[in-house]
């Protein structure tokens, strides 16, 4: 098994940045997919970005396309999404997920992760 711990969220004005890290302990990190996903008062959760074991490969929600970006060190255990260029519609609870077991790429539906993080909460002001 695998334990994550997201930490960065926070308060920040629209067209602002953030950096998100989500450390990972347990079953070596660097051997899974890793995404982001997030999830709004009352919506689903949904998929934002994920990235492949070596890093080499990513993929993003077009929503965030263009401005998100997903990164991960293995040295450390840690993946990270940075946030430039934020809305108001990106504020959202963000999880940080690992895809234990499954191999499909790219990896977009929560079924697909088998580790959940706690969350960490991302308020965009207007």
């Known amino acids: 098994q695998v334990q994550l711990v997201e930490s960065g969220g926070g308060l920040v004005q629209a067209g602002g940045s953030l950096r998100l890290s989500c450390a990972a302990s347990?079953?070596?990190?660097?051997?899974?997919?890793m995404g982001w996903f997030r999830q709004a008062p009352g919506k689903e959760r949904e998929f934002v970005a994920t990235i492949n074991w070596s890093g080499g490969s990513t993929y993003y929600a077009d929503s965030v396309k263009g401005r998100f970006s997903i990164s991960r060190d293995n040295a450390k255990n840690t993946v990270y999404l940075s946030m430039n260029s934020l809305k108001p519609e990106d504020t959202a609870v963000y999880y940080c997920?690992?895809?234990?077991?499954?191999?499909?790429?790219?990896?977009?539906?929560?079924?697909?992760?088998?580790?959940w993080g706690q969350g960490t909460q991302v308020t965009v002001s207007s």
């Open positions: 347990g079953r070596t990190s660097s051997t899974y997919t």
């Open positions: 997920a690992a895809q234990l077991y499954g191999s499909g790429w790219p990896a977009l539906s929560r079924t697909s992760y088998d580790g």
